[in-house]
């Protein structure tokens, strides 16, 4: 059974409402006072809906939420009576996404831990090695490989940060992640022609939404953007600090997606509403903008 739901509800052998938690009730419009009269006078309205409380015909039922959005009433199996589970459109998809995100923290988290410890073995040898190198060119190459070992370092230390459960809130910049993101993909978008263009402004840009799911929401952002790109499209990647808060813009060339990634706007969206912040996704020209705003955070 999926777990993810709206709102649970449980009914006795007649149908008659015995509990409910608020997204149930919410989601049907019931009231916090008398909810099984308002749940029965409802029932009696509806084709169906009484026999599915009493627990005849399908397992499932098609509601409508106050606001007339269409919902789904599933029906299981519970001591002395049914669980009710409310759900909408897209939530098993939900579910898939938070579980595969999850795993890719987790991955993430992992391959950092282990990519630490060599590293830091290599940044204390090379230093050993640099006493004893005494002419330029040696010097050079050494600096140079330095260099790049502590960029190595820094990414994986982000890595580390935005993927353990005790991450500080709003511990790193915005604009720093977001180019680290995308540079992931660096190697795709020349092979593909895609014109990348990167904005931020002066500063840090923090928010105090917890760093695990700010970059869960950046990395689903640009992937989706990147996935969506033809080829000799153009990307750009924006962020600001309007309004108290902490912006990422994504504005690609409409083009066909090679991946089946259409569903995260909305996935997004709802994310980033849950935790204070706001999703708007415009077209205008050939071109698609997806801004994210988050609440900004006390470091910032």
């Known amino acids: 059974m999926p ?40 029932a009696e309205g509806e084709a169906g ?8 015909g399908p397992a499932e039922v098609p509601v409508r939420s106050a606001g007339g959005a269409p919902l789904t009433l599933e029906r299981h199996p519970a001591p002395g009576g049914l669980l009710l589970l409310l759900r909408a459109p897209g939530d098993g998809e939900r579910l898939e996404h938070a579980a595969r995100s999850l795993g890719l ?42 260099a790049q070992i502590q960029r190595v370092d820094r990414v994986v230390t982000r890595f580390r940060e935005v993927t353990a459960p005790q991450a500080v809130v709003g511990g790193f910049d915005l604009g720093a992640l977001a180019a680290e993101v995308l540079a992931l993909f660096t190697h795709d978008l020349h092979q ?13 840009v923090r928010t105090c939404v917890p760093s695990e799911r700010t970059a869960l929401l950046v990395v689903g952002l640009i992937t989706q953007a990147v996935a969506a790109t033809p080829d000799a499209g153009a990307l750009e990647v924006e962020v600001s600090s309007p309004d108290g808060g902490a912006a990422l813009a994504v504005t690609h060339t409409i ?9 995260y706007s909305e996935v997004a969206a709802a994310a980033a509403a849950a935790l204070g912040g706001r999703l708007t996704r415009t077209t205008e020209g050939g071109r698609a903008r997806q801004a994210l705003w988050l609440p900004r955070g006390p470091l910032a």
């Open 3 to 42: 777990i993810l739901a709206r709102g649970a509800a449980v009914v006795d052998s007649s149908g008659t409402l015995v509990s409910a938690d608020p997204g149930f009730l919410r989601g049907l419009d019931l009231p916090a006072e008398a909810p099984a009269a308002a749940l029965r006078r409802r």
């Open 49 to 56: 809906l009484a026999g599915f409380l009493r627990g005849e």
């Open 105 to 146: 923290a987790l991955l993430a988290g992992g391959v950092a831990h282990d990519v630490a410890g060599p590293l830091n073995t290599m940044t204390l040898r090379l230093a050993l090695l640099g006493e004893r190198v005494e002419d330029d060119e040696g010097s050079r190459h050494l600096a140079a490989l330095r």
């Open 192 to 204: 593909r022609s895609v014109q990348v263009k990167v904005e931020a402004v002066g500063g840090a």
């Open 255 to 263: 083009g066909a997606s090679r991946l089946d990634l259409g569903y």
